[in-house]
């Protein structure tokens, strides 16, 4: 049966779920929800739910080894992502306690060499800096792709680019996986220990935590209970793979694999539990540095940053020090982060208010923050969000095995259903993309592309996309008119604009 039958399926028993929550206790009515997701292969991982540090909800779901049919425990480690970068940041405020740095201390303090004289240790930890993401690399990857980097390659990296920062440092938001590794340097530089040393002695022993470790290419540890990472290779495909095959996540999972702060811990979903305790009870910093990390930062206007789109239904973020923080505080003060790499999706949730914890981990790409945000409703016996189907996959799926016009009905029937999810504009781009790297599939990438070009007709991504597929079919002329489209709503959109006067020389 096809994933999108599946899911179609998945939200029929969800819709009929529902009804009966309200005599059920909290692992009935959670059993409903979550069962109907495993079945259908669209929850892969731990979900953990705590009230006042203990448990009252813990499942596995699928398999942490697919071709072996090894499934999923509450000893299986899980890859964190980005949900390592708390762990960092708490590391970078107990050294503040320790008098070895002050939050406003420039960055070049502490590394001469850094080029960016304004960026401060704060901007780092709130995301305020300006600098570039992963993108940073993207050339040097070129040049070398045999090459793993390291956090050590990203200072010498930032004085090779060329396109400056963002924005003046707290002019703006932008998250940046290179503040953390930065981050980490700085770390190990005043605390005399490695990352991972640091982290063991400092807060994984003082938390309980004897399942957790720093992991990445260059720093391995033999767990049999390590889960293997999944993802669709793309959306039009019927089942899971193993990342390490997928061409596209070579770049992120090998030349960008050695890196860490920004990721890179690998724990278990009981172990993040133990720090949640630890950490929200001031057992790893002060009551002082615990309120500072967890408010939101203010830019040079005095606004705060606007950080996000919406957590599930629970509302849009603000950012403090290695945390999300939601804006509307009416249940209380809900903080986040979650993570994701190709074939990770994390989530840890705290209400400290009311002392509930969500966490949920997952060894294949999905969205984590609508069924995290379910079980957030559902432990406080509220009104749930019920995950809606993905139209992309939908129509991709039927694109592909039916054709452009049962493709075309399919989501003009379906979008206005308030069960399905519309495709989003990069989707819609991916899509065009990942259907024309087949040369019989690239009137398939170009029917995606001008749907989404009806449904965003002043989109500029899209008519890049579009652009760029037109341009790949040898339509030269109707490229050309795309592309002048897309900068005339976007005139900085660079890549537009260097294909126009590449057309247009020729």
């Known amino acids: 049966m096809r994933r999108a039958a599946c899911l179609f399926m998945l939200m029929t028993g969800l819709l009929l779920a529902g009804s009966s929550l309200c005599g059920q206790n909290i692992t009935s009515k959670m059993d409903s929800v979550f069962d109907a997701q495993s079945r259908n292969g669209l929850l892969i991982g731990n979900l953990l739910v705590a009230e006042q540090g203990k448990i009252v909800y813990q499942r596995s779901f699928g398999f942490r080894d697919i071709a072996n049919r090894l499934p999923n425990t509450p000893t299986s480690a899980f890859a964190l992502a980005s949900v390592s970068k708390q762990f960092t940041a708490t590391a970078v405020l107990q050294l503040k306690e320790k008098g070895k740095l002050k939050l406003d201390d420039p960055f070049i303090k502490y590394f001469p060499d850094f080029p960016f004289p304004g960026i401060t240790i704060r901007h780092l930890l709130a995301h305020t800096s300006g600098l570039p993401e992963y993108e940073l690399?993207?050339?040097?990857?070129?040049?070398?792709?045999?090459?793993?980097?390291?956090?050590?390659?990203?200072?010498?990296?930032?004085?090779?680019?060329?396109?400056?920062?963002?924005?003046?440092?707290?002019?703006?938001?932008?998250?940046?996986?290179?503040?953390?590794?930065?981050?980490?340097?700085?770390?190990?530089?005043?605390?005399?220990?490695?990352?991972?040393?640091?982290?063991?002695?400092?807060?994984?022993?003082?938390?309980?935590?004897?399942?957790?470790?720093?992991?990445?290419?260059?720093?391995?540890?033999?767990?049999?209970?390590?889960?293997?990472?999944?993802?669709?290779?793309?959306?039009?495909?019927?089942?899971?793979?193993v990342v390490d095959s997928i061409a596209d996540d070579h770049q992120m999972i090998y030349n960008l694999g050695g890196f860490s702060g920004q990721g890179g811990l690998t724990s278990t979903a009981e172990d993040l539990l133990r720090f949640d305790n630890a950490f929200f009870s001031g057992k790893l910093i002060s009551a002082d540095d615990l309120e500072e990390a967890l408010t939101p930062v203010k830019l040079n206007n005095g606004q705060t940053a606007q950080v996000r789109g919406s957590f599930g239904d629970l509302g849009g973020s603000g950012y403090g020090l290695g945390w999300f923080i939601l804006e509307d505080s009416t249940k209380g003060k809900i903080v986040w982060h979650d993570g994701g790499r190709p074939g990770i999706s994390t989530v840890h949730l705290h209400n400290l208010r009311t002392d509930e914890t969500v966490i949920l981990l997952e060894n294949a790409q999905e969205d984590p923050h609508t069924p995290a945000a379910c079980a957030y409703h559902l432990l406080r016996g509220e009104p749930m969000l019920s995950p809606r189907i993905p139209l992309i996959q939908i129509y991709s799926q039927t694109l592909v095995n039916e054709g452009a016009d049962a493709a075309a009905v399919k989501i003009q029937y379906l979008r206005?259903?308030?069960?399905?999810?519309?495709?989003?504009?990069?989707?819609?781009?991916?899509?065009?993309?990942?259907?024309?790297?087949?040369?019989?599939?690239?009137?398939?990438?170009?029917?995606?592309?001008?749907?989404?070009?009806?449904?965003?007709?002043?989109?500029?991504?899209v008519s890049q996309g579009y652009a760029a597929a037109l341009e790949q079919a040898g339509k030269k002329d109707l490229a050309i008119l795309m592309y002048k489209k897309c900068i005339a709503e976007n005139p900085q959109a660079d890549y537009a604009a260097e294909r126009l006067k590449a057309l247009e020389s020729k």
């Open 137 to 241: 690399f993207d050339t040097l990857v070129e040049k070398e792709p045999s090459r793993i980097f390291t956090n050590l390659d990203v200072i010498p990296a930032l004085k090779l680019w060329r396109k400056g920062l963002n924005f003046k440092p707290s002019d703006g938001w932008s998250y940046s996986s290179m503040n953390y590794c930065l981050l980490a340097l700085l770390v190990e530089k005043l605390s005399g220990e490695t990352l991972q040393n640091y982290l063991a002695k400092y807060i994984f022993e003082p938390a309980g935590m004897h399942h957790t470790y720093l992991e990445n290419l260059l720093i391995t540890k033999n767990n049999p209970d390590r889960t293997v990472n999944y993802e669709y290779p793309t959306y039009y495909a019927p089942r899971l793979v």
């Open 416 to 461: 206005s259903n308030p069960l399905y999810k519309m495709p989003e504009d990069f989707m819609w781009v991916q899509l065009g993309y990942q259907l024309s790297r087949k040369p019989e599939y690239i009137p398939l990438a170009l029917e995606a592309l001008r749907t989404a070009s009806v449904l965003y007709p002043e989109n500029w991504y």
